[in-house]
């Protein structure tokens, strides 16, 4: 690859920024590679059961009509499934793959104490063997925390517009 060309598999955070590096093993590798076998258990260790809240932010700008769609982390399990199988039943013109791993940037974590909040976002299409596209273009805020020894998920802001406003 050129030297400007951003190589969507390599963490953006070196191992030396551990608690970042970590955070985007957990939100980018192990997320995609486990919502494309659609197999929760790849990623069930990664959140933080009790407390968990999730957001829908239905890509739309105003909070007003944001929903709290996961109140539970059984909630946004049911409804990941259900999107990772149907996401599974199409058929793709392109590996979706290296195209989901290619739209996605997370190179934003901010760290404070056992807190972090990092910024996912998704800007691209993906090509269909029908000849349609799927536009994939929206942004997530996750909450992460420190919990048992190791960085996990406690909840996200989801399906904001990328961008906002």
């Not at 659609?38 to 929903?67: H, L, M, N, Q």
Request: proline share 4%; net charge negative.
């Amino acid at each position: 690859m050129g030297a400007n060309v951003r190589d969507p598999f390599r963490n953006p955070f070196s191992s030396s920024d551990a608690d970042r590096h970590a955070i985007w093993q957990i939100l980018v590798e192990r997320d995609i590679n486990a919502f494309l076998a659609a197999d929760w258990s790849k990623v069930a260790g990664d959140f933080v059961e009790e407390g968990f809240i999730g957001i829908d932010g239905k890509r739309e700008t105003s909070p007003d009509r944001w929903r709290l769609a996961f109140p539970s982390l059984d909630a946004y399990c049911n409804e990941w499934l259900r999107q990772a199988r149907d996401f599974a039943r199409q058929s793709f013109a392109e590996d979706p793959r290296t195209a989901i791993f290619t739209m996605t940037t997370l190179e934003d974590i901010e760290i404070e104490g056992d807190m972090a909040l990092a910024r996912k976002k998704f800007d691209g299409s993906l090509k269909k063997s029908d000849g349609s596209v799927d536009i994939l273009k929206w942004q997530t805020l996750y909450y992460c925390r420190w919990h048992d020894g190791r960085w996990k998920i406690c909840g996200f802001t989801g399906y904001l517009p990328n961008p906002m406003g």
